[in-house]
């Protein structure tokens, strides 16, 4: 016995409808409205069923999804999402996604929270990624979480203590992060990162808030895309506090103004010097002109012995 029930506009089907018809053995249920169907729908003596182009929901619990038996769901690899953000995407995996995201949810460090970003194709495999995302801001941390779920592509540590970006460079749990935040932490310095695989693979890097230098920001103007947020720290009185460091001169970076006074007479004492060189080799010209024309020898040279 076959149940046609296509292009309907249903939104909903009864978990029980089989218990009424136990004769059915095909149902279709092809280009409705349904969003989800009830975990615990009962299939009776069915052999078969379509699903597709219907309007599935992939957020929220997807379990029922990955209870459907594809010997009986003909159509299950031509059920896609509906909706953001996943429009478009292969339904099962999607739903596989999200259970492995419940599991990275109990296995991910105790003080970190973890959730499914979104599921994008790889260009190269045409596969679909997972984009993990891992939260660990405000919450003590004084060192690089030691390990990540796998396919970890984004990681937030704002407002921690961490200084040291070893890890980035030798720990192969962040070989394949793609965006890290770091802003408000002790970072002084990212030179351990030279030559590292994952400075020349990562996709953002924010550094907002750290204890940076001018000649850091220079070198790696190019990569630091934030590089006009990272800031002097307030000081009362100091023309430069909240200014972006990139855009102060070597002589203001930063400093006190007890400090002014020593750079100050550094910077006059090399104008003096400048102008002496000139005056010097200006009168040398002078007199080896006064010579050719004349010649007559400067006055000094007379009267050295």
């Known amino acids: 016995m076959v149940l046609e029930l296509k292009q309907l506009v249903l939104t909903n089907i009864s978990s029980v409808l089989l218990t009424n018809f136990p004769d059915i053995k095909i149902l279709n249920l092809e280009g409705n409205h349904l969003e989800a169907l009830d975990k615990n729908f009962y299939f009776g003596n069915l052999r078969e069923l379509y699903l597709k182009e219907n309007k599935w929901k992939c957020t929220g619990s997807l379990e029922w999804v990955l209870k459907l038996n594809r010997t009986i769901v003909k159509d299950l690899d031509q059920l896609f999402c509906h909706g953001m953000p996943h429009q478009g995407k292969p339904l099962l995996p999607i739903a596989q996604y999200f259970k492995v995201n419940v599991i990275l949810r109990t296995n991910v460090q105790k003080k970190c929270e973890c959730s499914l970003s979104h599921v994008v194709r790889d260009p190269k495999t045409d596969l679909l990624e997972p984009i993990i995302m891992v939260n660990c801001s405000n919450r003590d941390f004084t060192e690089l979480p030691s390990r990540l779920p796998r396919k970890t592509k984004i990681?937030?540590?704002?407002?921690?203590?961490?200084?040291?970006?070893?890890?980035?460079?030798?720990?192969?749990?962040?070989?394949?992060?793609?965006?890290?935040?770091?802003?408000?932490?002790?970072?002084?310095?990212?030179?351990?990162?030279?030559?590292?695989?994952?400075?020349?693979?990562?996709?953002?890097?924010?550094?907002?808030?750290?204890?940076?230098?001018?000649?850091?920001?220079?070198?790696?103007a190019s990569q630091v895309k934030d590089v006009h947020d990272i800031k002097c720290s307030y000081v009362e009185g100091d023309e430069n506090s909240l200014l972006p460091i990139a855009e102060l001169s070597?002589?203001?970076?930063?400093?006190?103004?007890?400090?002014?006074?020593?750079?100050?007479?550094?910077?006059?004492?090399?104008?003096?010097?400048?102008?002496?060189?000139?005056?010097?080799l200006g009168k040398l010209a002078y007199d080896y002109y006064h010579f050719k024309r004349t010649g007559r020898l400067p006055w000094i040279v007379t009267k050295m012995p």
């Open 155 to 220: 990681l937030h540590l704002e407002g921690n203590s961490i200084a040291n970006l070893k890890p980035l460079k030798t720990n192969p749990a962040y070989r394949s992060l793609m965006d890290l935040y770091l802003d408000n932490n002790r970072v002084d310095s990212i030179g351990v990162l030279e030559g590292s695989h994952w400075l020349t693979h990562f996709r953002a890097f924010s550094l907002k808030g750290n204890k940076l230098t001018k000649e850091m920001l220079q070198k790696y």
């Open 250 to 280: 070597r002589s203001s970076v930063c400093r006190f103004p007890t400090e002014y006074s020593v750079q100050e007479a550094l910077d006059l004492l090399n104008a003096v010097l400048a102008c002496l060189i000139i005056f010097i």
